[in-house]
């Protein structure tokens, strides 16, 4: 192999931890839009339930062995682009919540408990083999019912 028209290029080492990221907690509602991005275009949402067993199992192994676990040692556990995608969304999503909340970054606010008639609407479209205007409807389906719930900031007294 020849290496003299090789880049030298920097990319991030796994194995490392990344410490004290200073993040605005603006971007959690965006990392949920694209998982349920992600969610919503799976062509049988039923399996998601499937992906999720499968991405704790890998969990455990990981909690069991460590964070320099090998393939073989994952017994034919494997996650395809997707579910890796849901993966990283969902622990990333989770830890900026658990962080936020540590932190003092949440708030309460009331809201209404979503509207059954349109929550039932938009899961019915995304299980759906619709393709015209796909994303279109399921993005007014859920601004409506983010709409529905009528979120309200709770003003703490101080």
């Known amino acids: 192999m020849e290496t003299?028209?090789?880049e030298?290029?920097?990319v991030i080492d796994r194995t490392k931890i990344l410490k004290n990221l200073q993040l605005s907690a603006s971007v959690v509602p965006p990392l949920q839009v694209a998982l349920l991005h992600i969610v919503g275009s799976l062509k049988d949402p039923s399996t998601l339930p499937a992906i999720y067993k499968k991405i704790n199992d890998i969990g455990e192994k990981i909690q069991t062995i460590g964070v320099n676990?090998?393939?073989e040692d994952l017994g034919g556990l494997e996650l395809s682009s997707v579910e890796t995608s849901i993966y990283i969304l969902t622990i990333l999503i989770n830890y900026l919540k658990e962080e936020a909340d540590k932190q003092n970054c949440m708030i309460e606010?009331?809201?209404?408990?979503?509207?059954?008639?349109?929550?039932?609407?938009?899961?019915?479209?995304?299980?759906?083999d619709k393709e015209d205007d796909h994303e279109k409807v399921k993005t007014e389906l859920l601004e409506k019912m983010i709409k529905s719930m009528n979120f309200e900031e709770i003003k703490k007294e101080k």
Do not use: F
Not at 109 to 128: C, E, W
């Open 4 to 6: 003299k028209n090789k």
């Open 8 to 10: 030298i290029k920097r």
């Open 69 to 71: 676990i090998k393939k």
């Open 109 to 128: 606010v009331k809201a209404n408990s979503p509207d059954i008639k349109t929550t039932q609407g938009l899961l019915k479209h995304i299980m759906s």
